[in-house]
């Protein structure tokens, strides 16, 4: 029995020491990064249990995915494709401010996941699924992989959770727009920011944050504004959380850390209130080290930072 | 002949080059500190004789710690221990802001030293005595040794510098408290945070620094207020230091070089003004590389940085 | 279900970059290293289910040990202990021909295994234990425990493999090899050096690899010569391995890895002469590469090396 | 044909990695720097041909800093001086705000060069000729050389250049300023700080950056004002350049970014808005990473970095 | 006008730092490697003139590739493509002995050459062509560019210079042989292992070097026995030449290396003893350290390294 | 008091961590050497009382060296010289097998050494002294120096010791040759290869080291064989060493850690076979790590290493 199922694609991560055009870092760390494992990884060390679901390439990289997943406590079902290698991301920054990411991954293992990969009754033994919306851009058999499971959530009442982590690299704002669309109704929980929340809502006032969350729909819509901190809307009842204070190191899996502060606190049945201030906490605690998880706490962290204000007001 | 004489534990350090969970750092510095080795070495800087004493093991770390001592000018009489180790220091970083510091010091060489160690003709040869708090908690021969030491000082007229330097690893507030009140009397020289002046201090208005400052007794009182700058009440005068603004890089040490830069100063006969304002000058050099006390500065090298204002008020 | 169980101490490890006095080393790598532990990987690796049972502490350090050999689909039963540090091991080498290793275990976590935590129904449930004779000379209560797994294994009729590890800086020749007597009797596979095995065995050819192994006693004694090769005496049949010639960068684990070879063939029923040869293979792995077990082989991987002749012969 | 002719004295570079005195850094980092090589990049990276002439030492240091320009599609006429070797810069930070060079340039190759090195034909096909007050002070024959540029450009009517790049370690304020009022007569362009300008003009109003600049006499006159911002004088016309807000890693390099950014505007063709901005937009990229040169910004990343306001105003 | 042309596939290249299972590397280099790159650079630091034609991605690897040639005074035609990104290799080493090389070239930039990109005129213009039988296995287009490349050769009567390089992850020993037997009428030198060599010939003793090099065809043979030496057959007179004795390092880019000083003597009309000489001596340099070309030698470095024996003989 | 006195130039070192050419290396370590200091480390490790004489500049480097020595216990007097900087070396390795060292020692500190640095007293106060023949090749003033502290010695009857470390980019052999001609028949122990003894010794068969080393006149000669060992002519008994078998790290220092050695046993009183094998062990050491003097033994190291036999014959 698993709390959160979870799946998509995890890459190997070549990410440069210094900052400067990538030609220039010659240092490189191993890593390894996938929102949707980033998720995994934040939602095991919060203390549940996690299944992960992927493809990889049966090679070193596909290895290094598992065994890191097995290594923080996540159920890894990383099945190696024998015809696919592990997909790679390679990140710099041009500037301290300024992420520079590329991705090889055409053609990857992880963009060869298929719904048989997914199997319903582990999907339907668990209390939430969560998804990216980058599965679907990543091949035909990966979208309709994500329509499966979600699918299979339904079915069996079990919460579905949709993170939007729009990428222009894999398709256009039309075409996210039109997918993200067509699954909207059969979520229960969306995160975005609000540009993101821009492809799917419809609304005369797409600059009023609350007016765009009533406009997206599910039961829980959390809106992320990065260093100004969150809104949640949930059951009609509008949150504001302030953001904590924190020397940012590498902003890359803020959002995904958020993501897995609020699930986590969702399958602990803890107040609405505290359940918003745990993921923004998740999210702060991101941006601390390089690296798109390692820095995720657990439990006993979340008290070491402290938000600018009281946290939540509604 | 020396100015100063010190001791206490110094040890071997592992520092950790990444931000984030210690287990995710993988690359480590070895150096060494100890709060009364630092201040030994600022002293040394700033161009006094300065004698330190401290049990090491008979090992590649106690010679580490005698051979760097001895490169910085300092008199270091690094007693080797055949039957213990040198103590460790782990540290770390869990985000930016949070310095994350474990130590490996039960029945270290260091934690051994004893009233034997201690010759009383050294203490009273030289100008000023200064100890830490550290070192009574360490062991009873240790606490032994503190107040042999400060015994030698008075007895000989040689001015008692105190460092409360409150180690909530190594005993309660209620311990050490009742250890400093029993000090305090003979002591001439007392640093301190507020919070550590109130381990001693019974005032109605705790709040207060100069109430504190007051109740505390020693002739020469130096608070810290970290960012905000320090205070100083001597001889019923109060001066407020304004704090030097540099980039951050390791706040370990800044307290030892602040205590070092008004010991260094106390020795010059400095005016007191310029005194309060070397140590504040020392203490901003100390945060401003990695490393305990690196980066301390020479007297040509006060000059480099600048107050925020005119530096000190009275 | 588990194939084998093992147990003892785990140490975090500092290992440093470079040659030298390790005063001068400055750069060191974080990792872990334990006999036992470097068996259990050993053996996963080659396709077994193992279970390793230890205390660490509840740290940093500990978590590392417990995720590495979750990694290492190792089941860690890592028990942490709240009331003492993890242990650790630092590396470095005086010239490129001398490892030095230096221990902070004493009273550490890892030390202070009791019988109680090792469930005599897990032993019983597998194949095989393995044991060290370095955890009896950590504490009393580790030396129980061992002796505690033993008679479980003999009791449910499970293989008992002893390597001998003999460590001079945890006791004399005297106290290890009393000991060692004390079990041998229990003992079906032993591993040991020529000169661990005169800790044990009473022979008037103590220079005569197959006097030495009949005077032991259990039914399968395996002799390692380093660079030299090994012979296994098993049912009075003696084999002789030919070394796998490689490029060695650290000679730490090859004996662990040698154990974990053999084992991993034995509960694979392979015949005796791939057996050794496995055990050969899987200890020149061990040496390639610095780490105590990063570089222990997977089934695939065996067949990368090669003997120096053709292997074992009789 | 070349759009730009530039000269000068480039060195091979020791980074320290770490803050602090230079004698606790011990990791180093090769690289190159040098005044107007920097500019050769810069303009270069903007999109126009430029030649760069200096002598360099017949050794490693003078093949890194020849290929290095190749590499960034100058065209780089390094001179190999078999008498002298390559000039070198050891580059550290006292604090994270104190940037610590010094030099080993005596007698250096580059120091060496001499008006026979400068093809006045090569000069006279250029459009721009660009020097800094650097080289007049490394030698007698390197000041000829910088003679004999300037009146080569003179007499073909291509446009000088000069920023003013005051060294103290290389010569008096007396001697610089001397040096500057003999050539400002025929500089059409001049780059300064208000304290280089004030080597040069003859003012009553030295603090009025507007004032200072009308004295400077030149008909394009740039004072930069570092964190401030810049200023440009040009055909009686005052613009103001509000600064661009990035992360500081480096500031070495700024100025002469901020040069190549005017002068590939000003060979562009650009209107004098966009050639101010382009100059600071230039400066920025510079500071951004480590490096005196290697983040300048190619056309395509102007747009990356944004100004604090609108940017220009008049 | 070029003496060489030559083209092919350059990939970015991260190589581990570490020995070991790739997924422990954790710090890599970036740099950068191709079969035919690695022989322009190294004829061109003999002293001719090269072109290189490759395509590379619109991205920093690309810009890495062609900045690095220049830098090698290699004319570098880098063809950007802007629907494809440069391919990458990922270089380690499972044991010291063992080189562990994967790619991500599939579908890359490098790949999709095509005798468009080819100028008929440019290699009618040199005196000698080189290509690889790496190119061929790349893609249809790619074949065709290194036929259409021959036949311009032919038709000019330039040298034509082949390196079997037989890469099995690209394609299987049978179509490399129907390759390269239906070219191998039209080359002047090949290039091989004694194993490429068999792909090629059809000889009834195919463990005979000189049967086996007359099995060829071409007027050239060159016979790479690696730590044994090499062979040549020139216009039917068989030279032998011995190893130099050097401390390997890094193997990969010894065979480039050997192609670079034949065709660098062939170009400077060396005699043929000493033309075999240069080529076993860049040989042996490209071992000596990590990086498949930096540390290929000038002319004045030829002299550093001595052969074993007096070199060649007949 | 002081066992030995030994002066000269001490320099900063900056050492690539990569073999290959030097413009590849990138990342160095900072350190320092210089044969007289390197051997008056190796003497005080040994146990000795130790002075060195040298100018450094008035800069970080300056008190690296000063630091460094005094970290070794030994006496430097390293006079800061406000004119001149501190020398500098920079040292790689073209290949595994070929080191490559440069030098920005001209007008150096260390090269204006004068007689007037050295007081006669402190020589007459000692029981050695120990020059190198670099020295004489700095400066006039340096030269001036050697022949001033040889005066002292002998008129005090002060052993005299001579390395020969004949550099040939400070000097002619014949320059070489002519001074140390002039000085021989004041030296009682001379170092030196069997080259440099060739530049001093008239002898018909230079190639028989018995003959040379009778020809060169002092009481004690010491040839050195590099990896063949080393041969002693003391009081016209000739004594032969076996070298040491160690793993090569790198050779620099080996020559100095050999004098120091001899000088060491010399001072100890040690007999004369344990004296020339001190001194092969003393170079083995020198070999086996990265920096010309860091693993240098101390007396309880010695055992540490083995001759490859019973290390010296007679």
Known sequence: MTD??????????????????????????????????????????????????????????????????????????????????????????????????????????????????????LIAG?????????????????RAAVRHAIDAARAAGVLVSLDVNYRKALWTREEAGAWLRSVIADVDVVFATEDEARLIADTDDPDDPVALAKALGPRHVLLKFGARGAMELSDDQVRHAEPYKVTEVDPVGAGDAFAAGWLADWLAGADPDRRLRT??????????????????????DLDLLRPTSEGVSR
């Open 126 to 142: 668990a209390r939430a699924l969560h998804v990216s919306a980058i599965t679907p851009a990543l091949s035909p058999s990966a």
């Open 279 to 300: 993921a923004c906490a998740a999210g702060a605690f991101a941006v601390t080290s390089q690296g798109d998880w390692e820095s995720l706490p657990r439990r006993a």
């Open 4 to 121: 959160l199922v979870t799946f998509g694609e995890t890459m190997a991560l070549f990410a440069a020491r210094r900052t400067g055009p990538l030609r220039f870092a010659r240092d490189f760390d191993l890593g390894l990064g996938g929102a949707e494992s980033n998720v995994a990884i934040g939602v095991s060390r919060l203390g549940h249990d996690v299944t992960w679901v992927g493809r990889v390439g049966d090679d070193e990289f596909g290895e290094l995915i598992a065994s890191t997943l097995r290594a923080e406590r996540v159920d890894a079902r990383a099945i190696p494709d024998p015809d696919a290698p592990t997909g790679l991301m390679i990140k710099g920054r041009r500037t301290a401010d300024l992420i520079d990411v590329r991705y090889y991954r055409k053609d990857s293992a992880g963009s060869r996941l298929s719904p048989a990969d997914l199997d319903p009754a």
